[in-house]
């Protein structure tokens, strides 16, 4: 087991990963819930139908080769500490199931199958983890997107790998997103804590999908047609920073996200509209009190208002056919004194002349 190392590459871990040593990585593989592999490894051993799937790392000196587990960490994580008293120390926690006689033998070596190179590797794990049953999430399916692209493969192939169709739109969206995050973080002294498992990639993703909020971080369509890192103009990346803390808070929990769900970032790029709302938002207002200096709200009121106006007429077009409706009538009724005190709040009966 000593010569299977963990993948800084795992698009399931953090963006900062790339620079973790093993212990790290352990660490944080661990916490994506094992404690069922750990049972199973511990009463069964392991299954030779399911491989890790691995490249060899660059030898050093005459050491032993080694092997990066691109698929598998998970497993691999729960059979070192099985296994390796190291790994149990770093990893600390309660006390590890007992491994039965017969699961013993089974638990090292393990099957591994090794490929020559990573983008032998690639398409696998998106049928595996993007269209299969073991599906990862928005912030992974980033990272995975990412490793196509740098692989070379062209983007209606990443696209239609990853379920998408034609949509090489979506995908660049996917691609930019990710870069637009690193570089948020990037740009703070602490950055956000961003493997998938914590982090909900899919509010940054729906945030640029508003041109407002592209607008305020300086994206132009070229950022969208050709993704590339750090898109965001050196000049916008505080700009970006107060948008990331708006919509995830601070890392250390001292400054409150603005949004609790996606739906809120709607308004949330209505406020960015307005200079006094944005600023008011940002003195400790809720999102609610910000939105209502905002030109969303009243969008929002003259859009409900012509809405209502046009069903009353569907409304009114057929009453003719169904005069004495007693019913229909108590409706009408509601609606004419509900129009009456919408009214006088819009204008109230003394400014009327």
């Not at 960490?73 to 729960?78: F, P, Y």
């Not at 120390?89 to 590890?96: C, D, E, K, R, S």
Request: proline share 6%; glycine share 6%; aromatic share 8%.
């Amino acid at each position: 087991m000593v010569n299977l190392r963990f993948d800084p590459k795992n698009p399931r871990l953090s963006l900062d990963s790339d620079s973790a040593g093993q212990d790290a990585l352990l660490k944080e593989v661990i916490s994506y819930d094992i404690e069922d592999l750990l049972t199973s490894l511990a009463r069964n051993g392991y299954f030779d139908e399911e491989p890790l799937i691995a490249v060899k790392y660059p030898s050093r000196g005459g050491q032993p080769q080694q092997y990066v587990v691109v698929e598998g960490n998970r497993r691999l994580a729960a059979l070192k500490l099985l296994t390796d008293e190291h790994a149990r120390g770093v990893a600390g926690g309660p006390p590890l199931p007992t491994v039965s006689e017969m699961a013993r033998a089974r638990l090292d070596p393990v099957p591994v199958r090794v490929y020559q190179n990573r983008d032998q590797i690639i398409p696998y794990l998106g049928v595996r983890h993007i269209s299969g049953i073991k599906q990862w999430n928005s912030m992974a399916k980033a990272r995975y997107i990412e490793n196509m692209v740098h692989s070379g493969t062209p983007m209606l192939d990443v696209a239609q790998m990853v379920g998408m169709g034609r949509r090489i739109d979506v995908v660049r969206r996917w691609l930019l997103t990710l870069y637009v995050l690193r570089q948020a973080n990037n740009a703070t002294a602490e950055p956000w804590p961003v493997s998938d498992r914590e982090f909900d990639f899919s509010f940054l993703y729906t945030a640029l999908g508003y041109a407002t909020v592209r607008e305020q971080v300086g994206l132009d369509s070229s950022a969208y047609s050709d993704p590339a890192p750090n898109p965001v103009p050196e000049e916008a990346t505080e700009t970006l920073v107060d948008i990331m803390l708006d919509l995830y808070g601070s890392p250390d929990g001292e400054r409150r996200p603005k949004i609790r769900e996606s739906r809120q970032i709607k308004q949330l790029a209505s406020v960015y509209e307005s200079g006094e709302a944005t600023r008011y938002l940002r003195a400790g207002a809720s999102l609610d009190e910000a939105y209502r200096k905002s030109p969303g709200e009243r969008q929002e009121l003259i859009g409900l208002l012509d809405q209502a106006s046009f069903m009353l007429g569907q409304a009114n077009a057929i009453a003719v056919h169904h005069r004495g409706n007693q019913e229909a009538a108590r409706i009408a009724r509601r609606c004419y004194d509900t129009a009456d005190v919408l009214l006088n709040t819009l204008e109230p009966r003394t400014q009327r002349t």
